[in-house]
């Protein structure tokens, strides 16, 4: 009901401010109306009106508007805007000029039509501008002005309501009220219209609509632009007071508010009547409860019939009444089923206290050590186990500290201060390694848990634990099996490096080490032969063997198969060394078990340690590889590699200190560019230069890539060592540029560079870095390097011709030369190996060969390169071949960019 008066009251607000809003819109409509009707009023005058002669005009004694029409001046004006004469009322300047005159003729002149305006200068008043031809042809415009307050006095007499020319400033898409230009009951709106323009927010493009309160009275207003013909910053208002259509508003409100009150009153009192009847039986249910608690079941029921309902047909209260039936009945069933609960639950009791024996019968029989004690360690309870290992006789007995056998003789800590962060929490546990010393003096490893227990309000800690003494010496055992060998019980060979290393470290300042490394000849022949069953007890006998033939304290390893290593060493002051220990008799061992019988040959090398090796792993890679030089050609003998004139172990030191000089030379800039020209032949000028990249050592001198590539390839270097030589070009190359010289630069690119995922992105960021041109860079691919999946190659060459740089195939000819790459490839220039070009003035098969790959390069539309022209016949053969690039060293050798010569030209060509 209330809602119902609440939508009534809300659908009254909303109608009367939709029939406000309406109002507001007809009253725009009817001041528009009214300002057209007087417009054509207006127009209708001049109709009226006779044209002043040239003669009038010129003595200017026209006679006043007539006070009748209410018309305060009329002014001649022709059509260049001049005022010919003026007719005006008593008190208006003469020398005042009427406003609009330009746009009025404007505006004529473009429709035809009169043109009126409604504005606000200086005074508000209604202008017309009416176009008339005099008797004489002459073309004249009359302007006729009225006051605007009779305007705004008929509307207010029509209406009733208070309307108001404004002047608003313009901001965007708001307007704000500088001042009220003229109003009805000027003082009241004028007061009222500036609050309202305080309180609302006006559109400069439409009407804005404003109902609300104003002080104590509420009004509503409505503010629109006057456009047509108007000033843009005139706005006219409408003004209403609304302080009765509100009143009506409350009035329904209270209204509403009073037929509410008075409905529900008669509802509650008609609820009231009806439902005493009910009330009455249900205080009679009530009565009845009481006597539940007290299982006075049979008087609760005697008393529910006595009130039982004997009508026909059946409601709330007699449902209810059976309901209560019901629950007395259950409550009666329940409390007997209770009953018989109390005793199942005193006959549980009983059988608990039995598996409370069992338990503890349990517990005495369990493998585990339980103990129960406090925060200090006050043993509470102990099971069998532990009352064996600790001496005690009771369960709970007196002043006993489990502390006392638990502990870790190398902590002060005691178990009971460890396990104080688990007391807080029930439940909460702790698992750790700690031995039990036993009554009888024992050590003993146990794994214990520990847990948290709180028995009335006290913390209580139950420790179990497991003794793992044996399982702690399988692990023992099991870790000695992981650093010897399971056959021959010597050291295997991860332990035998560390041992070595260790040992190397100790002695290596004051004696002289050596590495002897034994190995079996022929050791798998032996296995096939007598099985494997006999290869273990070799292995075991010669290992045993071995170390009776070895010095004290010399480690022994079993490195292999059938390999064996040891490290010897000898004060070097003692000119003592392994030649001392007769290894010659080693290389034969008579082995004879079981009936085998066989006599083994045993290769030995021996090899000494020394600073420039990086460890023992470097010595054992160096021995093994003698070794197998040994075994190649003088098995079963003994052999020692410091006396030989083994190159290899030179040859990979070599290569070490190559690789770390040129990871210097990377890291320190020594990496330097030489130029070789490559002679264009059609115009006997150098077209660009091959970058050719030295390495500079630690004494300044140049080392040839023929030295370090290949150790840059093997290390990994290569990328690191293109994109240097990428950079130092490209840097070149804009040098020249911006020195005038146009002469490109040729860069070798290698496959491990080329397929790195990051190579587009670098190569952006060198060219955006260095500045240089692409369009003078040729990058060079070894024809072998890049090429074995088409579409790959095709997808990595196109980075250079991303950027607008040009490809060439270098060392072409002596892979596998496709020339199905050579068509499918962006490939510009084809650079034939000079393999072919050295000799070509001797060989006829070369220039054969030669022949053939220009042509089919040509008829593939590459140009092409030849490198290697030593001479000038060579250079003359390909010449006519056709080729138009050539490079060696009868055009010039390699220089650096100091002695590079670009104006370079063959002399008689």
Same mark, same amino acid.
């Given at each position: 009901?209330?809602?119902?008066?609440?939508?009534?009251?809300?659908?009254?607000?909303?109608?009367?401010?939709?029939?406000?809003?309406?109002?507001?819109?007809?009253?725009?409509?009817?001041?528009?109306?009214?300002?057209?009707?007087?417009?054509?009023?207006?127009?209708?005058?001049?109709?009226?009106?006779?044209?002043?002669?040239?003669?009038? $005009?010129?003595?200017?004694?026209?006679?006043?508007?007539?006070?009748?029409?209410?018309?305060?001046?009329?002014?001649?004006?022709?059509? #260049?805007?001049?005022?010919?004469?003026?007719?005006?009322?008593?008190?208006?300047?003469?020398?005042?000029?009427?406003?609009?005159?330009?746009?009025?003729?404007?505006?004529?002149?473009?429709?035809?039509?009169?043109?009126?305006?409604?504005?606000?200068?200086?005074?508000?008043?209604?202008?017309?501008?009416?176009?008339?031809?005099?008797?004489?042809?002459?073309?004249?415009?009359?302007?006729?002005?009225?006051?605007?307050?009779?305007?705004?006095?008929?509307?207010?007499?029509?209406?009733?309501?208070?309307?108001?020319?404004?002047?608003?400033?313009?901001?965007?898409?708001?307007?704000?009220?500088?001042?009220?230009?003229?109003?009805?009951?000027?003082?009241?709106?004028? #007061?009222? @219209?500036?609050?309202?323009?305080?309180?609302?927010?006006?559109?400069?493009?439409?009407?804005?609509?404003?109902?609300?309160?104003?002080?104590?009275?509420?009004?509503?207003?409505?503010?629109?632009?006057?456009?047509?013909?108007?000033?843009?910053?005139?706005?006219?208002?409408?003004?209403?007071?609304?302080?009765?259509?509100?009143?009506?508003?409350?009035?329904?409100?209270?209204?509403?508010? $009073?037929?509410?009150?008075?409905?529900?009153?008669?509802?509650?009192?008609?609820?009231?009547?009806?439902?005493?009847?009910?009330?009455?039986?249900?205080?009679?249910?009530?009565?009845?409860?009481?006597?539940?608690?007290?299982?006075?079941?049979?008087?609760?029921?005697?008393?529910?019939?006595?009130?039982?309902?004997?009508?026909?047909?059946?409601?709330?209260?007699?449902?209810?009444?059976?309901?209560?039936?019901?629950?007395?009945?259950?409550?009666?069933?329940?409390?007997?089923?209770?009953?018989?609960?109390?005793?199942? +639950?005193?006959?549980?009791?009983?059988?608990?206290?039995?598996?409370?024996?069992?338990? #503890?019968?349990?517990?005495?029989?369990?493998?585990?050590?339980?103990?129960?004690?406090?925060?200090?360690?006050?043993?509470?309870?102990?099971?069998?186990?532990?009352?064996?290992?600790?001496?005690?006789?009771?369960?709970?007995?007196?002043?006993?500290?489990?502390?006392?056998?638990?502990?870790?003789?190398?902590?002060?800590?005691?178990?009971?201060?460890?396990?104080?962060?688990?007391?807080?929490?029930?439940?909460?546990?702790?698992?750790?390694?700690?031995?039990?010393?036993?009554?009888?003096?024992?050590?003993?490893?146990?794994?214990?848990?520990?847990?948290?227990?709180?028995?009335?309000?006290?913390?209580?800690?139950?420790?179990?634990?497991?003794?793992?003494?044996?399982?702690?010496?399988?692990?023992?055992?099991?870790?000695?099996?992981?650093?010897?060998?399971?056959?021959?019980?010597?050291?295997?060979?991860?332990?035998?490096?560390?041992?070595?290393?260790?040992?190397?470290?100790?002695?290596?300042?004051?004696?002289?080490?050596?590495?002897?490394?034994?190995?079996?000849?022929?050791?798998?022949?032996?296995?096939?032969?007598?099985?494997?069953?006999?290869?273990?007890?070799? @292995?075991?006998?010669?290992?045993?063997?071995?170390?009776?033939?070895?010095?004290?304290?010399?480690?022994?390893?079993?490195?292999?198969?059938?390999? $064996?290593?040891?490290?010897?060493?000898?004060?070097?002051?003692?000119?003592?060394?392994?030649?001392?220990?007769?290894?010659?008799?080693?290389?034969?061992?008579?082995?004879?078990?079981?009936?085998?019988?066989?006599?083994?040959?045993?290769?030995?090398?021996?090899?000494?340690?020394?600073?420039?090796?990086?460890?023992?792993?470097?010595?054992?890679?160096?021995?093994?590889?003698?070794?197998?030089?040994?075994?190649?050609?003088?098995?079963?003998? @003994?052999?020692?590699?410091?006396?030989?004139?083994?190159?290899?172990?030179?040859?990979?030191?070599?290569?070490?200190?190559?690789?770390?000089?040129?990871?210097?030379?990377?890291?320190?800039?020594?990496?330097?560019? $030489?130029?070789?020209?490559?002679?264009?032949?059609?115009?006997?000028?150098?077209?660009?230069?091959?970058?050719?990249?030295?390495?500079?050592?630690?004494?300044?001198?140049?080392?040839?890539?023929?030295?370090?590539?290949?150790?840059?390839?093997?290390?990994?270097?290569?990328?690191?060592?293109?994109?240097?030589?990428?950079?130092?070009?490209?840097?070149?190359?804009?040098?020249?540029?911006?020195?005038?010289?146009?002469?490109?630069?040729?860069?070798?690119?290698?496959?491990?560079?080329?397929?790195?995922?990051?190579?587009?992105?670098?190569?952006?960021?060198?060219?955006?870095?260095?500045?240089?041109?692409?369009?003078?860079?040729?990058?060079?691919?070894?024809?072998?390097?890049?090429?074995?999946?088409?579409?790959?190659?095709?997808?990595?060459?196109?980075?250079?011709?991303?950027?607008?740089?040009?490809?060439?195939?270098?060392?072409?000819?002596?892979?596998?030369?496709?020339?199905?790459?050579?068509?499918?490839?962006?490939?510009?220039?084809?650079?034939?190996?000079?393999?072919?070009?050295?000799?070509?003035?001797?060989?006829?098969?070369?220039?054969?060969?030669?022949?053939?790959?220009?042509?089919?390069?040509?008829?593939?539309?590459?140009?092409?390169?030849?490198?290697?022209?030593?001479?000038?016949?060579?250079?003359?053969?390909?010449?006519?071949?056709?080729?138009?690039?050539?490079?060696?060293?009868?055009?010039?050798?390699?220089?650096?960019?100091?002695? +590079?010569?670009?104006?370079?030209?063959?002399?008689?060509?």
């Amino acid at each position: 009901m209330g809602s119902r008066g609440y939508i009534g009251y809300m659908q009254t607000v909303q109608s009367n401010q939709e029939s406000v809003i309406q109002d507001l819109e007809s009253l725009q409509q009817t001041f528009t109306s009214l300002t057209e009707r007087s417009n054509n009023e207006l127009f209708r005058l001049a109709d009226q009106y006779r044209i002043p002669s040239d003669k009038e $005009f010129q003595q200017g004694n026209l006679s006043p508007p007539s006070l009748m029409s209410n018309i305060e001046s009329i002014y001649y004006i022709d059509l #260049e805007g001049h005022i010919l004469a003026a007719s005006l009322q008593e008190g208006i300047d003469p020398k005042a000029v009427p406003p609009y005159i330009f746009t009025a003729i404007s505006s004529i002149a473009k429709s035809g039509r009169p043109f009126a305006t409604l504005h606000c200068t200086p005074s508000c008043a209604q202008s017309v501008f009416i176009p008339v031809i005099a008797t004489d042809g002459r073309e004249l415009i009359i302007n006729i002005n009225r006051s605007a307050s009779l305007l705004i006095q008929d509307f207010y007499e029509i209406t009733h309501t208070d309307i108001a020319i404004l002047d608003m400033i313009q901001n965007g898409m708001t307007a704000k009220l500088d001042q009220v230009l003229i109003a009805s009951q000027a003082n009241d709106t004028t #007061e009222i @219209l500036n609050r309202i323009a305080g309180l609302t927010e006006i559109s400069a493009k439409r009407p804005t609509v404003f109902f609300d309160a104003v002080g104590e009275q509420y009004y509503s207003a409505r503010f629109f632009p006057l456009h047509q013909n108007s000033p843009p910053r005139t706005y006219a208002a409408v003004l209403r007071n609304e302080s009765k259509s509100r009143a009506y508003i409350i009035n329904e409100l209270k209204n509403i508010i $009073f037929s509410t009150l008075l409905a529900l009153f008669l509802i509650i009192t008609l609820i009231a009547v009806i439902l005493k009847p009910s009330l009455d039986r249900l205080m009679s249910l009530a009565k009845i409860l009481p006597l539940l608690p007290d299982g006075r079941f049979k008087d609760a029921q005697t008393l529910l019939q006595e009130h039982m309902s004997s009508k026909k047909y059946t409601d709330e209260i007699d449902i209810l009444q059976r309901t209560t039936g019901e629950v007395i009945d259950s409550l009666e069933r329940m409390n007997a089923s209770v009953e018989q609960h109390r005793n199942e +639950l005193k006959s549980k009791i009983e059988a608990l206290t039995e598996a409370k024996v069992f338990n #503890e019968l349990i517990l005495d029989a369990s493998p585990l050590t339980v103990i129960i004690h406090d925060s200090v360690g006050t043993i509470r309870n102990i099971n069998k186990m532990g009352r064996e290992l600790t001496g005690l006789h009771l369960k709970a007995p007196q002043n006993a500290n489990i502390n006392t056998w638990v502990r870790n003789e190398n902590q002060s800590k005691s178990l009971s201060a460890s396990l104080q962060g688990i007391t807080d929490t029930t439940g909460k546990k702790s698992q750790s390694q700690m031995p039990f010393f036993t009554d009888d003096g024992r050590k003993l490893y146990f794994l214990w848990t520990h847990t948290c227990l709180h028995v009335n309000d006290e913390a209580h800690i139950l420790s179990m634990g497991i003794d793992i003494t044996e399982r702690k010496e399988a692990a023992e055992s099991l870790h000695w099996l992981g650093q010897h060998d399971r056959i021959t019980g010597l050291l295997n060979r991860s332990s035998f490096t560390e041992n070595a290393n260790e040992h190397i470290a100790e002695h290596r300042d004051n004696d002289l080490i050596e590495l002897v490394m034994f190995d079996i000849d022929d050791f798998a022949v032996f296995n096939d032969r007598f099985g494997f069953d006999a290869g273990d007890r070799l @292995l075991n006998d010669l290992a045993a063997h071995l170390l009776d033939a070895l010095p004290e304290n010399s480690p022994l390893a079993r490195t292999g198969s059938g390999e $064996f290593c040891a490290i010897v060493h000898h004060p070097r002051n003692s000119n003592q060394s392994v030649k001392d220990l007769g290894l010659e008799k080693l290389t034969r061992y008579a082995f004879s078990k079981n009936n085998v019988s066989e006599e083994i040959c045993l290769s030995i090398v021996v090899d000494s340690y020394d600073d420039s090796l990086s460890g023992i792993d470097e010595l054992i890679s160096n021995t093994t590889s003698t070794m197998i030089k040994v075994k190649n050609k003088a098995r079963g003998s @003994l052999y020692y590699a410091a006396e030989s004139d083994d190159t290899s172990r030179v040859s990979r030191h070599e290569k070490y200190r190559m690789k770390e000089q040129l990871q210097s030379a990377l890291s320190g800039n020594r990496l330097v560019l $030489f130029y070789q020209p490559i002679l264009d032949l059609s115009l006997n000028s150098i077209s660009h230069c091959e970058c050719l990249v030295r390495m500079l050592d630690d004494e300044a001198q140049f080392i040839s890539p023929a030295h370090f590539l290949g150790i840059a390839a093997e290390s990994g270097l290569m990328p690191q060592l293109d994109f240097s030589v990428m950079e130092k070009a490209m840097r070149q190359q804009r040098l020249w540029q911006d020195s005038g010289i146009h002469t490109g630069l040729s860069i070798n690119i290698t496959a491990p560079t080329l397929e790195q995922a990051d190579f587009e992105e670098r190569l952006n960021e060198i060219l955006k870095r260095t500045g240089a041109n692409p369009d003078r860079l040729i990058f060079e691919v070894v024809e072998t390097d890049a090429l074995e999946n088409l579409s790959t190659a095709r997808k990595l060459l196109n980075n250079f011709k991303a950027v607008g740089a040009k490809v060439a195939f270098d060392d072409f000819g002596i892979g596998f030369t496709s020339f199905e790459y050579v068509r499918e490839l962006p490939v510009d220039y084809i650079k034939i190996d000079q393999s072919f070009i050295r000799f070509i003035h001797e060989r006829e098969s070369d220039q054969v060969l030669v022949k053939s790959m220009v042509e089919m390069s040509h008829n593939l539309g590459k140009k092409v390169i030849v490198e290697g022209v030593e001479n000038r016949e060579a250079l003359e053969i390909v010449r006519d071949m056709g080729v138009e690039y050539v490079q060696g060293y009868y055009i010039c050798r390699p220089m650096p960019i100091s002695a +590079l010569d670009l104006s370079l030209r063959i002399h008689d060509f």
